[in-house]
């Protein structure tokens, strides 16, 4: 596939990039800047330890477990364990939304809960006080769930926050206590807090409740944190389609769902980075497959809901979604078709997360616009070059430090929903049965791949492309704008959404249609400081 | 209901912190080194430390805000951060190129026990640090204080180590500013200019957390106090320290270390504060308070006298910083109204007192600051004796959306509203702002709930 529009040199641009850098760094930084070729797929240097000073859209391990995976669940009390500042920061800024069913329902989403150590607890240990914490927050609210996050004194001092949350758990009784040990030295990013996530929510909830789920076409949508709303619409088309969603891991979710979890008979993953370990556990202990999707995009989204009911193998299934793309198709194309000759042939990139990057290129290509460089924020090779590289990643010392859980089929409750046979089919089908391609093979060839960008790197990046939009976070945002090109926030949607299924992606061409053709771009030269300006001349009203 | 699990009865906690009024030292830091010219805050700690705070700076101020890190790994959480930071330094000035790199720490790398004196010393002794460019550093551990003693810490690290004497007693006053917004401290070298005062303003966040938009990103904004300045304050005759949580830590090592003498006054929050800041700028620079600023005073006077109906006995609760909370308390009293509950998550002695001396007039009033003074604990407050009233940052639209309550956005942070860092809250103009915000939500309350026939045209 080749772009379209004109690209400048590559490799020119990798130069450029990273001349400036001193030459250990330089050395560094070169492996993680790959000029793409999506027939042959090369390596992309990812999950590395960043070079410190080099000014990263990082963050840590705590803001991947507890801010990600565990946030968005609403009966959780998630209390962080440490001085007041992570929970501060972490405390709504994610846009979790969630829907409880009824006004009294448990929703501790708006609520922040510290421990918030003093300079005792660091000397003398802060034990007792995180089980005084759980003891007051049971006494005020009588969770079902109570989790506990680690912060990175916790984890030096030798706070055992497993073994606090083990004991409170026995003495409440009613109420499930555990603790993840994210504390934000672990890992090289967030994605370890992904990781770390993923073991505790698998051992600590999944599998609690064994009671069989109701519904023909029952599935659990991985991935998806329900950010502007997300989940709504993929819940509005599963519920239109006929498919029951078991839980969510977990936008808009509930304790009792995840515990029911394992009841399904499919996992569909959405954001593969942050989620796919408990793909591979619950397919491991209970035989559920799991399967990559993409809600991001329209034509996805069809695609997508085909899958399922490909998976499912039901005539009326399949007939449904039909039904519902049917349905949808035709006003999404009714806007496509209105916005599309303002966006035609413009250019953006991506530099998010550890799928947004790859995801929302569906939209930019159904705007016709191309994505020239790309790249995540905390992903790891697969994410890049596909889930076939997984044998071939070096484990280094920092990923060493994630415990790997062993995971072996449930005596009981082991049961494949298909045959070996069965999902060969399937796969050759085209359905992405525990398996996932990743984003090189989907970008043109020659356009820029870089992991972790650093600062300095998108600034060049802008100055020698000149993209239309720029797709990032919130640090990057007025940066990127004060360079006279908007940029669109990938985590927070700027207060926007939500962006998948039909209506989402309505939402979001309108929302790049009236930032790339947007007024105030043209405005930012004063009068007086354009060039040729004309001489000043009197003139008179006729 | 948002906060729906909030009950009403108090009881004490001693573990756990609800929504707190505060956030941790090292934000403080970052947001002070901002304002220097030419420097590039670092985080020495883990990565989420250092995109925690740029992201909430970022929410708050909708501008750039630029900050590297170390990148703590396991390795350097438990072999020491002194490498990180080596290479940080050495990839910081390459890359980035800026005058002066403030270091603070976090929880993390002050646990382990690094010595940010120590390594900075080295980094020097390695020749890191190119000709003519600075490190300095500030002890900032998040498990004491509060952002807002992490502010004072840095700004205190900016005076100690940039400040000389050379002997000779320069014609100008520091004005050591507490934690306030760029607008307010363009309004302070506004009112010292319109006076004819000589200060140096430090830090000083304008004209870099409200950056014009120019189609370039400069790292380095125009704003900022500069190095030289920074360094004249050893000379300097005299130091007002405003606010005496966040400011006066700095007046005080100049004190010691040049005997720069100093006086500590409340912030210029409101009417009354405003009034012993312009005596004691007035008296410190030698210069008479000119008529344009009387006038300003008047204005204020005028409209508080006109509209003082509207204020009379509302209740109002309160949350954030203490430097801002004691002057705004003064001022809501000067307006007649009545500050009934006021929670901030900043301990301190000081504070306490300070505040107690306030609040003689206020008999009643509940007051808690430190451990567990936190939102949860003033919502519970407000239910068992409303208030008209709420002011404090943006976490409280909850607790106003909840309990109905007319709502002003003060103090940090505020990440749904623009106008705190171009319309300033100190000085004649800031407290006629504040006052025209009081009487907005207050009458717009009014005017929403009125029965038709109570329902005013003329108020």
């Known amino acids: 596939m080749e772009a379209k529009i004109h690209l400048p040199d590559p490799s020119l641009i990798k130069e450029e990039l990273i001349n400036r850098y001193p030459a250990k760094v330089a050395k560094k930084r070169s492996k993680s800047i790959v000029i793409n070729d999506p027939e042959t797929i090369p390596e992309v240097q990812a999950n590395v330890r960043t070079v410190p000073g080099i000014i990263t859209q990082r963050g840590c391990s705590y803001a991947g477990c507890k801010g990600v995976v565990l946030g968005p669940t609403r009966d959780i009390v998630n209390i962080t364990h440490g001085p007041i500042g992570c929970s501060f920061y972490s405390w709504l800024t994610r846009r979790n939304q969630t829907r409880p069913e009824n006004p009294t329902d448990a929703n501790y989403i708006t609520y922040c809960f510290s421990t918030d150590m003093q300079e005792e607890n660091i000397v003398f240990g802060g034990e007792k006080k995180l089980k005084q914490a759980i003891q007051e927050a049971y006494d005020l609210f009588h969770p079902k769930a109570i989790a506990i996050f680690s912060t990175c004194p916790v984890g030096l001092i030798g706070d055992d926050v497993h073994a606090a949350s083990r004991e409170m758990k026995e003495k409440l009784g009613d109420c499930n206590v555990f603790g993840f040990s994210c504390e934000g030295y672990r890992g090289v990013s967030q994605s370890a807090g992904h990781h770390i996530a993923n073991n505790g929510v698998f051992k600590h909830m999944v599998g609690n409740n064994n009671t069989p789920a109701e519904g023909k076409f029952k599935l659990n949508l991985l991935g998806e944190y329900n950010i502007g709303g997300d989940a709504f619409e993929i819940e509005r088309l599963f519920e239109k389609c006929g498919i029951t969603l078991v839980a969510s891991f977990s936008g808009n979710s509930t304790v009792g769902a995840i515990e029911n979890s394992h009841m399904a008979d499919l996992n569909v993953i959405l954001c593969h980075r942050s989620i796919n370990y408990m793909g591979d556990m619950m397919e491991t202990k209970y035989g559920i497959p799991w399967m990559k999707v993409n809600f991001v995009g329209a034509e996805s989204s069809a695609k997508s809901l085909r899958k399922i009911a490909e998976y499912f193998g039901d005539a009326g299934l399949k007939a449904r979604v039909e039904e519902v793309i049917a349905e949808e198709m035709p006003k999404v194309k009714a806007i496509v078709d209105e916005i599309r000759p303002r966006t035609e042939g413009k250019t953006a990139m991506l530099f998010v997360g550890g799928s947004r990057a790859h995801h929302y290129q569906d939209l930019f290509t159904e705007l016709g616009m191309t994505t020239v460089a790309a790249g995540y924020e905390f992903a790891h090779r697969d994410d890049y070059e596909g889930r076939e590289v997984l044998p071939n990643i070096k484990i280094d010392a920092d990923s060493k430090n994630i415990e790997e859980l062993k995971v072996t089929a449930d005596p009981v409750l082991y049961n494949p929903r298909k045959s070996e046979a069965e999902l060969e089919e399937l796969k050759a089908k085209g359905l992405e049965i525990n398996g996932y391609e990743g984003m090189m093979k989907q970008m043109a060839s020659k356009s820029l791949v870089i992991d972790d960008v650093s600062h300095y790197e998108s600034e060049k990046l802008i100055e020698l492309y000149k993209p239309d939009i720029f797709c990032a976070g919130i640090k990057e945002k007025y940066v990127v704008q004060k360079m006279g090109v908007p940029l669109k926030q990938l985590h927070s949607y700027d207060y926007g959404g939500p962006y998948t299924g039909f209506e989402g992606a309505v939402n979001f061409y309108k929302d790049i249609d009236r930032m790339v053709n947007n007024p105030v771009w043209k405005l930012i030269k004063a009068p007086w400081e354009k060039e040729n300006t004309e001489a000043l001349e009197a003139s008179y009203g006729a | ?459």
Not at chain 2, 23 to 31: E, R, S, V
Not at chain 2, 141 to 167: C, D, K, L, R
Not at chain 2, 231 to 253: H, R, V
């Open chain 2, 1 to 459: 209901m948002l906060l729906r699990h909030t009950p009403k009865e108090v009881k004490e906690r001693e573990g756990l912190t609800i929504n707190p009024a505060k956030t941790c030292q090292p934000i403080g830091a970052m947001y002070a080194a901002l304002g220097i010219h030419g420097c590039l805050p670092h985080s020495h700690g883990s990565q989420g430390c250092c995109s925690y705070h740029r992201s909430t700076l970022t929410r708050h101020y909708k501008e750039p805000v630029m900050a590297a890190t170390s990148s703590f790994t396991e390795g350097a959480s438990v072999f020491g951060g002194q490498a990180n930071l080596l290479q940080s330094i050495e990839t910081i000035f390459a890359v980035y190129d800026p005058d002066i790199i403030a270091v603070h720490s976090t929880c993390l790398s002050e646990t382990i026990g690094d010595d940010l004196q120590q390594i900075t010393k080295k980094a020097k002794d390695d020749s890191k640090i190119p000709e003519g460019k600075y490190v300095i550093y500030a002890s900032t551990p998040s498990f004491i204080g509060s952002h807002i003693t992490g502010y004072a810490n840095m700004v205190t690290g900016m005076a100690e180590q940039f400040s000389v004497s050379t002997g000779e007693k320069k014609d100008q006053v520091n004005i050591v500013a507490g934690w306030m917004e760029p607008s307010d401290m363009r309004e302070i070298k506004d009112i010292s200019k319109a006076m004819g005062a000589k200060i140096v303003l430090f830090p000083d966040t304008s004209d870099v957390l409200d950056a014009p938009q120019t189609g370039k990103h400069e790292i380095y904004p125009k704003g900022g106090v500069t190095v030289e300045e920074l360094k004249s304050t050893g000379d300097s005759k005299c130091s007002l320290a405003l606010g005496c949580i966040s400011a006066e830590p700095a007046a005080i090592a100049l004190d010691k270390k040049h005997k720069v003498p100093f006086e500590t006054l409340d912030m210029p929050i409101g009417l009354s504060a405003t009034d012993r800041f312009i005596m004691s700028l007035s008296k410190a620079a030698g210069v008479k308070v000119p008529a344009e600023i009387t006038a300003a005073r008047g204005r204020l006077v005028d409209v508080m006298a006109d509209m003082e109906q509207y204020f009379h006995g509302k209740k109002v609760a309160l949350f954030g910083d203490p430097d801002q909370l004691i002057p705004l308390v003064e001022f809501l009293l000067d307006l007649n109204m009545k500050p009934v509950h006021i929670v901030s998550g900043t301990p301190g002695q000081r504070f306490e007192k300070r505040m107690k001396e306030v609040l003689v007039r206020a008999p009643g009033a509940n007051f808690k600051n430190g451990l567990n003074a936190d939102m949860f604990l003033l919502h519970q407050w407000i239910k068992n004796e409303p208030v008209d009233l709420l002011i404090g940052n943006t976490y409280g639209k909850y607790i106003a959306r909840d309990e109905d309550i007319p709502f002003i956005r003060f103090g940090f942070p505020i990440l749904d509203r623009i106008g705190h860092s171009y319309f300033p809250n100190v000085g004649y103009n800031g407290a006629l702002r504040l006052v025209e915000k009081i009487l907005s939500v207050l009458m717009d309350r009014q005017d929403r709930t009125a029965l038709e026939e109570k329902f005013e045209l003329v108020m």
